[in-house]
């Protein structure tokens, strides 16, 4: 596994006035995890984006603060809404004798036999899956070949990924990451005759309705 090295120091400014540290090409940061004490940090702004923009999110960082290293992964990135400007980013500290759960991203390999011959159209379900494994385990990414996507309606699931043993799958097996559909022309000519065969009583529509109403799933997030 490939190192990577990102220096910080500890930082002492804090709220607002971490908005000098920006002027002066730094950017601030922390360091979190169970079992450890939060550790605000600066980091050089440049450094910073060299190494985001070479590496995926499921790779792991090796912050040397003041003369200490933490073993991380990056959990978070702010930017600025107008600029882009990377404005702060969270770093959780992780045990390589603990596994941990995180997202891998999803990378798409391959030509689509459907889409080469049959004007097929590549519809993306998923961008990453979730697993469980040590960190040292943690794939740089997921690669999904779809070379074996042949005919219109072929797709692939999250139960086809293969990945080393070690490394557990948590998503659900049957989502779909990835399927191909027919032409543009063919889709609308598919929902023409829907809109003039189709009629359901109301009552289904209703009770359709109520029960996807009654779903819901929310999730929390602490802001340092």
């Given at each position: 596994m490939e190192e990577h090295i990102l220096s910080a120091s500890k930082r002492e400014v804090l709220?607002?006035?971490?908005?000098?540290?920006?002027?002066?090409?730094?950017?601030?940061?922390?360091?979190?995890g169970r079992g450890v004490s939060t550790i605000p940090i600066t980091l050089n702004i440049r450094e910073v984006q060299k190494l985001l923009s070479t590496i995926s999110s499921s790779q792991l960082i090796n912050l040397a603060v003041d003369g200490?290293?933490?073993?991380?992964?990056?959990?978070?990135?702010?930017?600025?809404?107008?600029?882009?400007?990377?404005?702060?980013?969270?770093?959780?500290?992780?045990?390589?004798?603990?596994?941990?759960?995180?997202?891998?991203?999803?990378?798409?390999?391959?030509e689509a036999p459907a889409v080469k011959n049959m004007n097929g159209i590549l519809v993306t379900g998923l961008?990453?899956?979730?697993?469980?494994?040590?960190?040292?385990?943690?794939?740089?990414?997921?690669?999904?070949?779809?070379?074996?996507?042949?005919?219109?309606?072929?797709?692939?699931?999250v139960r086809d990924i293969i990945l080393p043993p070690e490394v557990d799958v948590l998503s659900d097996l049957d989502e779909l990451v990835i399927v191909v559909t027919a032409p543009a022309a063919e889709e609308e000519e598919i929902e023409e005759e829907v809109e003039i065969?189709?009629?359901?009583?109301?009552?289904?529509?209703?009770?359709k309705r109520e029960e996807e109403e009654g779903e819901s799933d929310t999730s929390e997030r602490e802001e340092e």
């Open positions: 709220g607002k006035h971490v908005k000098n540290l920006r002027n002066e090409g730094m950017v601030p940061g922390v360091i979190y200490k290293n933490h073993t991380t992964l990056v959990r978070d990135k702010q930017f600025h809404p107008v600029s882009g400007m990377l404005l702060h980013i969270d770093f959780l500290e992780v045990s390589m004798s603990e596994k941990l759960k995180t997202d891998v991203g999803i990378s798409i390999h391959g961008e990453a899956i979730q697993v469980e494994c040590l960190p040292q385990d943690l794939p740089e990414r997921v690669v999904v070949d779809i070379s074996t996507l042949e005919e219109i309606g072929d797709g692939i699931f065969t189709e009629e359901e009583p109301e009552v289904i529509e209703k009770g």
